[in-house]
T-cell receptor, first 114, second 114 residues
């Protein structure tokens, strides 16, 4: 069974600090996705990582993928309050129908304190 | 921009009622998904569809069914609603796996069964 685990589940940090969220998954996958969810709202795509060693950056967020270690990281640099949200990682899994399903982690709730 | 629209943001239904949740996407995507989101459990896949009239069970299909009569519309049906189906329901769509794209989500339907 494919499992996707994130840690930490909750993260409270001061503005200006750096931190990393980790996403581990249990079976081979070459693609990993990061999403953001604001309270009461839906999921918004942040990054799509398509191969081993992929690194993408947007503002204060940087995501990387190590397919050999089955690990992705989401690094936050100099956090600001606007980054407060829940962050999900997901991998896709090929089904017998030939299509892909997305399997999500449990999410990391980030709170940035002013 | 991809748009995935769910018919209701909030619903309150009584135990035993038959409940329909509707989802429409406007990007001609082949794949559509229904997830439920519960605190501490992340997103769990209920059903997905890879083509009109084609469907596959996800990880938690019990108590649910789906319908996809047209490519743009994917319906989730709670045959006889129960209180343990109180949850946030999220619909998503994606294009074929060859295009390596992420899933795009609707705004969510918060269902309360009383």
């Amino acid at each position: 069974e494919l499992k996707v685990e994130q840690n930490p589940l909750f993260l409270s940090m001061q503005e200006g600090k750096n931190y990393t969220i980790y996403c581990n998954y249990s079976t081979t996958s070459d693609r990993l996705y990061w999403y953001r969810q604001d309270p009461g709202k839906s999921l918004e795509s942040l990054f799509v990582l398509l191969s081993n060693g992929a690194v993408k950056q947007e503002g204060r967020l940087m995501a990387s993928l190590d397919t050999k270690a089955r690990l992705s990281t989401l690094h936050i640099t100099a956090a600001v309050h606007d980054l407060s949200a829940t962050y999900f990682c997901a991998v896709d899994r090929l089904e017998t129908s030939g299509t892909y399903k997305y399997i999500f982690g449990t999410g990391t709730r980030l709170k940035v304190l002013a | 921009d991809v748009k995935v629209t769910q018919s209701s943001r909030y619903l309150v239904k009584r135990t035993g009622e038959k409940v329909f949740l509707e989802c429409v996407q406007d990007m001609d995507h082949e794949n559509m998904f229904w997830y439920r989101q519960d605190p501490g459990l992340g997103l769990r896949l209920i059903y997905f569809s890879y083509d009109v009239k084609m469907k596959e069970k996800g990880d938690i299909p019990e108590g649910y069914s789906v319908s996809r009569e047209k490519k743009e519309r994917f319906s989730l049906i709670l045959e006889s609603a129960s209180t343990n189906q109180t949850s946030m329901y999220l619909c998503a769509s994606s294009s074929t796996p060859d295009l390596y794209t992420e899933a795009f989500f609707g705004q969510g339907t918060r269902l309360t069964v009383v």
